[in-house]
């Protein structure tokens, strides 16, 4: 069952997840998407992968709604909806809780960007609501990435390699062979 659930996971990834990532980190005024805990390498064990975990739970991001393009990542959501509301519909996926929340925050993002007018004239309010919505959404992607990846380096070195060198957080990350 898990083996099938990180197929689904792998398959999320494969779709948005990745650009979800690059799109969040936009936001993040702070270091976390540019700490070295995020840039796995083939060296890295099952430790390395729980310290970054932690590492990443226990950073506070800071975000802001301003830093970035809503209107690019609404419509990014938008594009993405059938296939997140099919990945809800995915019995198999309550019994993996983080994705599952996860799924949830993406979708909640999603819906309170959609019903906004227009982003760029959004209150200070709404700005905060969107930055915490952002905040949620983020974490929890980032998180279920990281235990992703460890997945593949564990069961799928091939898959691996190809994470390694597509590293969305490692701007010298190149999908050809150096």
Do not use: C
């Not at 975990?53 to 301003?66: E, H």
């Not at 760029?120 to 992607?141: C, N, Q, T």
């Not at 957080?169 to 050809?176: H, I, R």
């Amino acid at each position: 069952m898990l083996s099938k659930l990180n197929m689904v996971i792998g398959i999320f990834f494969s779709k948005m997840g990745i650009g979800l990532l690059n799109d969040l980190s936009v936001f993040d005024r702070h270091t976390v998407k540019n700490g070295d805990h995020l840039i796995f390498t083939n060296d890295w064990d099952k430790r390395a992968f729980v310290k970054a975990l932690a590492v990443i739970k226990g950073t506070p991001s800071d975000i802001n709604s301003r830093s970035g393009n809503l209107k690019n990542l609404r419509d990014f959501l938008n594009g993405e909806k059938d296939f997140l509301l099919t990945l809800l519909g995915n019995p198999n996926l309550l019994e993996h809780e983080n994705f599952t929340e996860l799924l949830w925050a993406v979708t909640h993002l999603s819906e309170e960007l959609a019903l906004r007018g227009d982003l760029d004239k959004l209150s200070e309010a709404d700005h905060r609501h969107i930055s915490v919505d952002i905040k949620r959404a983020y974490k929890l992607v980032l998180a279920e990435w990281l235990t992703y990846i460890g997945h593949l380096k564990n069961n799928y070195p091939h898959l691996f390699s190809l994470a390694v060198r597509t590293n969305p957080f490692d701007p010298n990350a190149s999908a050809e062979f150096q």
